[in-house]
């Protein structure tokens, strides 16, 4: 009988990690500081000393990361984009970072990011050339893995430019994702394949979970507003074919935080954070960790929405509806619970009130029989008691969000399940 139960796990076991990159990784989605968004292609450190790729940014980044907090509620990763590389290969055919701006080399770099608790990434391309238009890992894919994994890199961010045919771009993603197994260290693979296959042809998720630990689907996110709705409506539109594969070890990617930038305004700074949140998604902010108002590095590091994010039960949030320029959002959570966001997407006018029956949250299982709700976001509320016949009214800004945690409550004296309309306080919006 021990026997057989103990197959019976195995195969559970088993059949719970078939599909997910056999790895052991990104469990839950990764966290860290990816320079791409805000630093970009900056090489020009003589004029631009503060804004260039090069060693002393990250080593910047890294030492803020580990001392304001940032490394004790989850940002991990150090991460180098496009652009470190010198313009060829050397003579014994492995990349090399660029002499002037990486002049310790990039091991001596992961040791400083490791001596700080931290982790390093590292950027690529499956293709001939990156985007920027450096060595691509065409034809190299099993040097350049063992490259990264004998310099101590923890991540490989792998971009898609220049990839040729269809054919190439999957063989090139799936041979990298073999090579850096092969080496034996634990490197997260970041691939781009879907977003470079989706123009063409509908990718097959189930596969590019089998290969890598996160995956982009949708054009490069920007400093604007109009760039985070256009990543929300694609992610809602599509979520049908995108929601059910993400989990343990494999993650859909909406790109990175803007957080703490220039062009959100703080509603849809808290919209990113919370639908991010929903949607599973790995978070990597890029930014300047130097220079944040203190406003954002909270939200940024608000644990309760990073749990959110985090949380073990691994399942993506979808939109339940969008109604009169309102959108509703829920992502379910361990423990039975849920977690709600309630977008404005209105542009014009005032905070406007959106009221919606709790039986529409969890398939009418959030608040059966009765719920506690809390708002998480923009500022931290108890709502109290509630049950599956109430109705609940919040107040959002336009563009903003009001992310809220709805945990069930399985037991509950008969007076207290009562049929209640609604109760909210909302004053401080
Ligand atoms: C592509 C990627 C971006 C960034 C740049 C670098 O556009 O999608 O995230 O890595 O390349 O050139």
Redesign the pocket.
Known sequence: MAVALGWAVAALVLAEGAGALDNGLARTPPMGWLH?ERFL?TTDCANTPHACVSEQLFMQMADLLAADGWKDVGYEYVCI???WMAPSRDGGDRLQPDPERFPHGIRQLADYVHSKGLKLGI?GDVGNK???GYPGSYGHYDLDAQTFADWGVDLL?F?G?YHGTLDLLAEGYKNMSLALNKTGRSIVYSC?WP?YMLPVQKPNYTEVKQYCNHW?NFA?VFDAWISIKSILDWTASHQDSIVDVAGPGGWNDP?MLVIGNFGLSWDQQVTQMALWAIMAAPLFMSNDLRQINPQAKRLLQNKEVIAINQDPLGKQGYRITKDNNFELWERPLTGRAYAVAVVNRHEIGGPQLFTFATSILGNGLACNPACSIQQILPTSEDYGLHNWVSFLKVKVNPTGTVLLKAAVIEELPEEKLAPKSKKLSLDTL
């Open positions: 791409w292609c984009d496009d652009c950027y990156t985007c920027a961010k971009d430019c781009e977003f982009r490069d790109d």
